[in-house]
């Protein structure tokens, strides 16, 4: 084909959203490639592989089969079936507590231990990228991606993140602040749109959405 022939590129000034969301895909390739290549490798699934991580996340690394299909936005027999096959391949155990309402808890068994630990260690692939780019790009970035699983969570399209915005204690813009404008009222500390929390372990989800859309108001 000579270059006469060759086809233009498509430089239209269309917004650049269906790019953004091939980009974010190729990312969730390689994630997905580097967190669970070597355990598929040893006959995980996606979804037995998401139990681990959500027990390994939890402060007690263990929770009851409800919380597990409500993290992973599946449902209670499809958590169910996996917990059985992931108690067959001893990575982890079930164990029921009758003096806490008879309520069967799941937990990690060493050897789940360190499958998690060692799907979660793709963050070292990815935190010296991320690295390279300038401090206020990776504001930037971290604020759009906040934003992008706060719609994604309304829509119900994924499991509820613990993150600050969703949280009671979290007040959005009280501060003079520009690099610290928010509140955390448990700890009595500010902070900024970089360090919003997405896994804290002392969060507590509220309904009221004041400070949830004053903070998405000031960043849009
Ligand atoms: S308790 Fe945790 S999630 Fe809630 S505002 Fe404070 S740091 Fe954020």
């Known amino acids: 084909m000579n270059v ?9 000034t269309h917004p650049p959203a269906p790019r953004i969301a091939d980009g974010l895909s190729k990312i969730a390739k390689v994630i997905r490639q580097q967190a669970w290549g070597e ?34 936005g599946v449902s209670k027999v499809t958590a169910c ?5 992931l108690a ?25 231990a360190a499958a998690a630990a060692q799907a979660s260690q793709w963050t070292d692939l ?36 613990q993150m600050c915005v969703t949280c009671t204690y979290f007040r959005a813009n009280v501060h003079g602040n520009p690099d610290a404008p928010h509140h955390c009222e448990l700890v009595g500390k500010p ?16 309904t009221n959405l004041v400070q949830l859309e004053r903070w998405r108001t000031a960043t849009a």
């Open 39 to 72: 355990a598929w490798g040893r006959g995980l699934t996606p979804t037995q592989g998401q139990v681990l991580m959500s027990l390994i996340h939890h402060p007690e690394k263990r929770k009851t089969l409800p919380e597990i299909a409500a993290d992973l």
């Open 4 to 12: 006469q022939e060759a086809p233009e590129p498509d430089f239209t």
């Open 126 to 161: 990815l935190v010296p990228i991320i690295q390279t780019l300038p401090p206020a790009q990776q504001v930037e970035l971290h604020r759009a991606l906040v934003r992008l699983i706060v719609t994604l969570q309304e829509r119900k399209e994924i499991a509820v993140s």
């Open 81 to 85: 079936l996996t917990i059985q096959v």
């Open 191 to 206: 902070f900024g749109d970089g360090q919003i929390r997405l896994n804290c372990a002392e969060h507590k989800a509220t």
């Open 88 to 112: 067959r391949k001893r990575l982890v155990r079930k164990e029921r507590r009758r003096r806490v309402l008879d309520k069967l808890y799941v937990s990690l068994t060493p050897k789940g």
